[in-house]
């Protein structure tokens, strides 16, 4: 018991030391913590002890953690609106307004998940190209999206990677009016999710932390599932601002 008590009092101590550092900018927004190792020779703590005290800060929102790159002070960051509106929900990927850039990973012959493909309106197990995207503000990730194309829909035409061939980056609409598709209408259903480990990790959050996810699908004049994508939304880097047109008085609406 005692030693329990003993490491559980050294990696408070240690968590306090690292939020002191952080408050008195001697680590300032931004700043790449040394490794593990190299803070416990410091502090005269195991590696253990260190991992504890920056998983704390972590749950604080003080850290973040950066896939392949390390533990870092995490800086604020500029909060931005994201327009779902008649006008503002843009036929690219990015929202309307936003400047940043996008990294994409496609794989073509997936099977699609049940739910992917019942979203779809195709059978589970049917072939899509799977597109992971992940979205950056200043080099950093602010917004996942994984998109789901079905292969029946794209096979052996230009656009069946969304990031390769003439029409790369273009969005859905423009892509499948390429092909002879008219994009008709989108459908939004947003609800709220935990990041899991992957996505956390990512974003630079803490694992379980709350998010909206906003299920979007794009059906063709005939009714048909063209895409499917599930975008993931950190709720406190965007505002979603659904902004809905009433008809005129005396209009059906």
Same mark, same amino acid.
């Given at each position: 018991?005692?030693?329990?008590?003993?490491?559980?009092?050294?990696?408070?101590?240690?968590?306090?030391?690292?939020?002191?550092?952080?408050?008195?900018?001697t680590?300032?927004?931004?700043?790449?913590?040394?490794?593990?190792?190299?803070?416990?020779?410091?502090?005269?703590?195991?590696?253990?002890?260190?991992?504890? &005290?920056?998983?704390?800060? !972590?749950?604080?929102? =003080?850290? /973040? @953690?950066?896939?392949?790159? $390390?533990?870092? *002070?995490? %800086?604020?960051?500029?909060?931005?609106?994201?327009?779902?509106?008649?006008?503002?929900?843009t036929?690219?990927?990015?929202?309307?307004?936003?400047?940043?850039?996008?990294?994409?990973?496609?794989?073509?012959?997936?099977?699609?998940?049940?739910?992917?493909?019942?979203?779809?309106?195709?059978?589970?197990?049917?072939?899509?190209?799977?597109?992971?995207?992940?979205?950056?503000?200043?080099r950093?990730?602010?917004?996942?999206?994984?998109s789901w194309?079905?292969? &029946?829909?794209?096979?052996? !035409?230009?656009?069946? =990677?969304? /990031? @390769?061939?003439?029409?790369? $980056?273009?969005? *859905?609409? %423009?892509?499948?009016?390429?092909?002879?598709?008219?994009?008709?209408?989108?459908?939004?259903?947003?609800?709220?999710?935990?990041?899991?480990?992957?996505?956390?990790?990512?974003?630079?959050?803490?694992?379980?932390?709350?998010?909206?996810?906003?299920?979007?699908?794009?059906?063709?004049?005939?009714?048909?599932?063209?895409?499917?994508?599930?975008?993931?939304?950190?709720?406190?880097?965007?505002?979603?601002?659904?902004?809905?047109?009433?008809?005129?008085?005396?209009?059906?609406?």
């Amino acid at each position: 018991m005692a030693d329990g008590t003993s490491r559980s009092s050294a990696y408070l101590r240690v968590a306090s030391t690292f939020r002191e550092r952080i408050a008195d900018g001697t680590w300032p927004a931004g700043y790449r913590l040394p490794s593990r190792g190299t803070l416990g020779a410091e502090l005269g703590v195991g590696e253990n002890i260190i991992r504890r &005290a920056q998983e704390i800060l !972590t749950a604080e929102g =003080l850290l /973040e @953690g950066r896939a392949g790159s $390390g533990t870092y *002070v995490r %800086a604020t960051y500029e909060r931005r609106t994201m327009l779902r509106t008649e006008t503002h929900r843009t036929p690219g990927l990015l929202p309307a307004g936003f400047d940043g850039t996008w990294e994409a990973n496609s794989i073509a012959k997936v099977p699609a998940p049940s739910d992917i493909a019942s979203r779809l309106g195709i059978a589970t197990d049917d072939l899509c190209v799977r597109t992971a995207y992940e979205v950056l503000a200043n080099r950093q990730p602010v917004m996942l999206i994984t998109s789901w194309e079905p292969m &029946a829909v794209t096979d052996r !035409t230009v656009i069946v =990677l969304p /990031e @390769g061939g003439p029409l790369a $980056g273009r969005g *859905v609409v %423009a892509r499948m009016a390429h092909i002879g598709i008219t994009v008709a209408r989108v459908v939004e259903v947003p609800r709220p999710i935990h990041l899991d480990e992957d996505q956390a990790q990512v974003l630079g959050l803490p694992t379980g932390s709350q998010a909206l996810l906003i299920a979007r699908t794009y059906y063709d004049t005939s009714g048909r599932a063209v895409e499917t994508a599930d975008i993931v939304v950190p709720p406190e880097r965007w505002d979603v601002l659904y902004d809905v047109p009433v008809p005129a008085a005396g209009q059906p609406s």
